[in-house]
């Protein structure tokens, strides 16, 4: 069955926009200096990415007639929704009392902020 040509352009963009966005938090995880901003690296891969490639992933199988899919894919998205943010703010938690020793000696300027970045 093809797929109608305003349908294939929502979807490319939205795998585009996923994909883009899961490469931006891959290399933040990479590049980060501490846990923390690797966490919200994985933010940005959970939010950002992941959800625009599944939103592509319904329309195409709601376009094509794959409602049994779709309706797992909804599934999932709910259960990603819930469960995420609430794992990584308990992995936030965690890790900041595991490192509130090491971060006893840095100063924090005017702004809030760490002077040590």
């Known amino acids: 069955m093809t797929v109608d ?4 352009i929502f979807i490319d963009v939205f795998l585009f926009i996923g994909i883009l966005f899961s490469a931006i938090g891959v290399l933040g995880i990479l590049r980060g200096k501490d846990i923390f901003k690797r966490i919200q690296s994985s933010m940005v891969i959970y939010s950002l990415g992941v959800f625009p490639i599944l939103i592509a992933l319904c329309v195409y ?10 309706i797992k894919i909804i599934i999932a998205m709910v259960i990603l929704f819930l469960s995420l943010p609430l794992l990584n ?4 938690r965690k890790s900041h009392q595991l490192h509130k020793e090491e971060r006893k000696d840095i100063a924090i300027n005017e702004y809030g902020s760490d002077k040590s970045d």
């Open 61 to 70: 199988n709601l376009y094509n007639g794959h409602v049994q899919n779709f």
């Open 5 to 8: 040509i305003r349908v294939r």
């Open 89 to 92: 703010s308990l992995l936030i």
